[in-house]
């Protein structure tokens, strides 16, 4: 798959993109006010959205395309590009008829593989940047579909944006970020560009900066950071909009990892490091092969003596005594939990199969 990185896309972004604006596009002074306040930051792009798709009806839902010749104040005060998030083919054509300068597909669209196709078919042919943001449940095919989907049709200027997932349970974030998702995604596609948005993820400004951090650490290769003059009084999304203001702080006080390709004398001396956690996993590998090899020993016993798979009470001791053991060594305990899981889960299968053969 050719995708071309961020930086060379032609329009003045950096290694590090800082993209902001408001949630929702609300008025023309709104728009300049915000440019306004956002002038002399590191901003490389403007965003505003323009048709909102939201969960249920009777909500604003955006100006819709009037909107977008507002935004031309902003790139006119700013110089930079625009960015719109489009969610079928008229907001696609719309878009492409104001100059917009890069798109946007959102997560409730790219869940959709039919309204994608139908993005792209109007896509085809033209040069236009596109930003896939990740679907709303962790499904990294569908993300990796969609940018697929852009591919085909002839767009090589894809980057994705990262706005974490839905979790009913999840109480800290309005979107769990599941950071292995885009560090997955970027193993899959090597080349391709990964944009943070904190503001989806936190659900509240408080935690913005933090989120950002975490972001930057994981090798994301930007922001895009909800942005408004008065933020409380936002029409959409007013809890995770800062700003101008507090946007430049969180920028300023971001501490930026450099890659290795920049420190080469770095790699050797990592390399004695990895060269002992090869050695350390091959013998983890070794111990869970015997641990394996003892479950089904287990399994045999219990198929010769029609014993369940299942033995709460010793499942129930197991973990709690592991847990405590892990806790002790400086591992968490929910690491605990889901590594006991996962062991749990496969020795449980193995020993099925073992009743299934008797059968």
Not at 84 to 105: P, Q, Y
Not at 131 to 138: L, Q, S, T
Not at 338 to 356: G, N, P, R
Request: one cysteine or more; a negative charge.
């Amino acid at each position: 798959m050719e995708i071309v990185d961020i930086k060379d896309w032609g329009i003045g972004l950096s290694e590090h993109v800082l993209i902001a604006g408001p949630c929702s596009a609300e008025s023309p002074d709104q728009i300049e006010s915000i440019a306004k306040g956002l002038r002399g930051s590191n901003i490389e792009m403007f965003r505003a959205g323009v048709w909102k798709p939201r969960t249920r009806p009777g909500s604003f839902e955006g100006i819709g395309s009037e909107a977008l010749g507002w935004l031309e104040k902003a790139r006119e005060i700013l110089n930079v590009p625009l960015t719109v998030e489009v969610a079928n083919t008229a907001h696609a054509e719309a878009a492409l008829k104001a100059g917009i300068d890069v798109l946007w597909i959102g997560a409730r669209t790219t869940v959709n593989p039919f309204s994608v196709q139908e993005i792209c078919e109007a896509l085809r042919g033209t040069d236009i940047p596109v930003m896939v943001k990740n679907p709303i449940n962790p499904d990294l095919q569908l993300w990796l579909g969609a940018i697929e989907r852009l591919n085909k049709v002839g767009i090589n200027k894809v980057a994705a944006i990262h706005r974490g997932f839905s979790d009913p349970y999840e109480k800290r974030y309005r979107n769990k970020p599941e950071w292995s998702m885009p560090i997955h995604l970027k193993r899959m596609l090597p080349g391709i560009s990964v944009i943070c948005d904190p503001s989806h993820i936190a659900g509240t400004r408080e935690i913005i900066a933090s989120v950002s951090q975490r972001a930057i650490n994981f090798g994301l290769d930007g922001l895009m950071i909800e942005t408004h003059h008065d933020p409380d009084n936002a029409w959409s999304d007013a809890k995770q909009q800062v700003t101008p203001e507090t946007l430049q702080i969180i920028y300023e006080n971001l501490n930026f990892r450099e890659t290795l390709d920049k420190h080469p004398e770095a790699i050797s001396e990592l390399d004695e490091f990895r060269q002992k956690i090869d050695l350390v996993d091959t013998q983890i590998i070794e111990l869970l092969s015997d641990r394996f090899q003892m479950i089904k020993q287990i399994g045999e016993y219990k198929r010769e003596h029609n014993l369940a798979v299942y033995q709460p009470n010793r499942w129930h001791d197991v973990m709690e005594s592991r847990i405590n053991s892990g806790v002790k060594k400086n591992m968490t305990e929910k690491f605990m939990k889901s590594f006991l899981f996962a062991v749990h889960e496969e020795s449980v299968k193995m020993q099925e199969a073992q009743l299934k053969e008797k059968v």
